[in-house]
């Protein structure tokens, strides 16, 4: 199989014009034209994920984050590009579109909180949907720590018996939330007046970190292409990790 036979199936899951203008996704790394056995998948295409991919045999690595995001001004033997070329090794990237997708981020966060009642509103990252019962704010930090394995989980008071998610940098979602009849924010980055506004409208929002709203992505990717691939190897990163530990 060549590498262009992933970028065209990960185009139907995710299409690339549905990332925003600003993003750098596809194929960042790597010619299409390669052939692949085996592919690494991982939030983030950092040193130490390149370095195994090389030490499975894995020529091709799949992430969520860009590996290139901005115009490269130099290049060191510890950078991420400079490692790829090195080892020969591709680079595919699935970001904003991603997020947006049927079968993407939000979809995947909604799915491990248990959400039930489900609908993606792409056009605004944000997927709505209601928990199993309705808990206090402290109540269901605990089962968002818990399910997420998150290493710590940042909320305000209030009820929640409908959510709104928004995975990783997604904290302006939380001035949307009313706008989708929910009454608690689930996002991976919450800044300041984020939290002053949702104390302001009563909404109980939660931050649970950037890396963990979004690495429950890569599980349910890495599943859809075994199975549209059957004769690939496709194997989840054991070194693809949250950067930050909490107390």
């Known amino acids: 199989m060549k590498i262009n036979d992933i970028v065209a199936y990960t185009q139907c899951i995710a299409p690339y014009e549905s990332a925003e203008d600003w993003d750098n996704v596809g194929l960042l790394a790597g010619s299409p034209d390669e052939e692949v056995c085996r592919v690494l998948l991982a939030l983030d295409i950092t040193a130490d994920v390149i370095e195994e991919a090389h030490e499975k045999g894995a020529s091709m690595i799949i992430s969520h984050h860009p590996v290139i995001f901005e115009p490269l001004r130099a ?91 928004s995975s990783g940098g997604g ?49 349910p990717l890495k599943d859809m292409l075994a199975e549209r691939f059957p004769d690939t190897g496709f194997i989840i990163s054991e070194r693809s990790k949250c950067p930050y530990k909490a107390i």
Request: proline share 4%; with cysteine; glycine share 8%.
């Open 75 to 165: 290049l060191s033997p510890d950078e991420p590009a400079y490692l790829l070329a090195k080892y020969g090794i591709a680079a595919l990237c699935l970001h904003t579109n991603l997020d947006r997708a049927e079968q993407g981020v939000n979809t995947a966060l909604g799915a491990a909180l248990g959400l039930n009642n489900t609908r993606l509103f792409p056009e605004d990252f944000i997927l709505t949907g209601e928990p199993d019962k309705e808990y206090d704010a402290a109540g269901y930090a605990e089962v968002i720590k818990e399910r997420l394995n998150a290493p710590s989980v940042r909320f305000t008071q209030g009820k929640v018996s409908r959510v709104a998610v």
């Open 171 to 219: 904290g302006e979602g939380v001035m949307l939330a009313e706008k989708y009849g929910c009454d608690a924010f689930i996002s991976g980055e919450l800044k300041h007046h984020h939290y002053l506004y949702a104390v302001q409208h009563c909404i109980a929002a939660f931050d649970a970190g950037h890396f963990s709203t979004e690495d429950v992505v890569i599980k």
